[in-house]
């Protein structure tokens, strides 16, 4: 059987992406799959990269190649710029191992569907809502589940009716608030601001990712939560709840992924009914959503030890540091059984449609 893992992408995380795909692709190769590798770099153009995974290990960003291949929507090939199928590049299954926009956010499910292609993950519409944290906050609340309070503004109502969005945020919310662009992940672009100055700020700086932008009460001294999902054919599984102990003021890009400064402590260590309602939220959510194969939920949990949730991540974080395969590891399911059930749940959903 032949995978093709497609790695990089158009998003910040696209760094992250390569880190993931490297993982992935070792342990598809313990696993005796064969590996069709296609980069896709920062600019979106898809480059065939061959077989050969050891490719992974010199890539920090996807490096251009000379063969640039795209998805032919009629026949689920691979083809090169004259149009013929490149040679080797067939395949059974793809693995998406993309973060973020264009990858996570359910325009890349779009176009596996339309080319009748098998996909590990969540189909176009939950990766979607999923990716939008103004949607998936809408969902989150139908099924009673709670959450920060907050509000989702556009950058345009945003420059026009400033002051009047300034005196609600302050007095409903009061200072400090988080500022997030509402599709992004890595904690790329949010900021959190103490006064009115830097609410300016933090919402310019956001808004260069996005057009919409959440602004959210915060969760002071949070511990910050999370639960990995598997969903394999029609059963879902919820993990062991682990903690991350960001090592800085709160989780950003830096902490995640250059001072490496987080821990992760598995299981967290927390009263037997918070663990019972993380782990049923995570299951509520993963349906509500309708997200198949794998995600992760994240939640604050506040001083008054209520329980809310953050966000949650159809493509996690698949590095070999990352806490969704670690959690999964610890309920006795090894990274490389991981793998192979998430593309052989994906064949087989691939066969019923
Ligand atoms: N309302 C909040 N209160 C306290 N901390 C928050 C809040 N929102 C976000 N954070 C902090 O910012 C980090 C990133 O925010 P998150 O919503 O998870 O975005 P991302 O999708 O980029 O991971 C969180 O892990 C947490 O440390
Ligand atoms: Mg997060």
Redesign the pocket.
Same mark, same amino acid.
């Given at each position: 059987m032949r995978v093709l893992v497609l790695y990089g992408g158009r998003s910040a995380e696209h760094e992250i992406s390569v880190i993931s795909a490297r993982a992935i692709c070792k342990a598809l190769s313990f696993k005796k799959y064969s590996i069709v590798l296609v980069g896709i770099g920062q600019d979106g153009s898809w480059h065939f990269k061959g077989s050969d995974i050891s490719i992974l290990d010199h890539e920090s960003v996807v490096e251009r190649e000379s063969c640039v291949v795209h998805l032919d929507c009629n026949s689920g090939d691979l083809v090169n710029q004259r149009g013929d199928v490149v040679k080797e590049s067939g395949f059974d299954v793809v693995f998406p191992a993309l973060h973020g926009p264009y990858g996570e956010d359910g325009s890349l499910q779009g176009l596996l569907e339309m080319a009748n292609v098998p996909y590990v993950g969540s189909g176009v519409a939950a990766s979607a809502v999923a990716m939008d944290?103004q949607l998936s906050r809408l969902i989150f609340e139908a099924i009673g589940l709670p959450q920060?309070q907050?509000i989702a503004i556009n950058r345009i109502d945003w420059a026009n009716e400033q002051p009047s969005f300034i005196s609600r945020i302050e007095k409903e919310f009061g200072y400090p608030v988080?500022v997030?662009p509402a599709n @992004?992940?890595?904690? !790329?672009g !949010?900021s959190?601001a103490t006064n009115q100055a830097q609410l300016l700020e933090a919402f310019a700086k956001a808004s260069f990712y996005d057009d919409k932008m959440l602004v959210?009460?915060?969760?002071?001294d949070?511990r910050?939560l999370e639960c990995a999902v598997l969903g394999i054919g029609n059963s879902v599984t919820v993990s062991t709840i682990g903690e !991350?102990v960001?090592g800085s003021e709160?989780?950003?890009y830096k902490a995640k992924y250059i001072d490496d400064c987080a821990e992760l402590i598995i299981p967290a260590n927390l009263p037997s009914e918070v663990v019972a309602a993380a782990k049923d939220f995570s299951l509520r959510a993963f349906r509500a959503i309708g997200c198949s194969g794998l995600a992760r939920v994240?939640f @604050?949990l506040g001083n008054s030890q209520r329980l809310l949730i953050?966000?949650i991540?159809t493509m996690p974080g698949f590095t070999p540091i990352s806490m969704y395969p670690k959690l999964l590891a610890h309920d006795g399911i090894a990274y490389h059984d991981l793998i192979s059930e998430l593309v052989s749940s994906a064949l087989e959903k691939g066969k019923i449609k």
């Open positions: 944290k920060t907050h988080f997030k @992004l992940g890595s904690s !790329i !949010i959190k959210e009460q915060s969760v002071d949070a910050e !991350i960001p709160f989780y950003s994240d @604050l953050n966000e991540n």
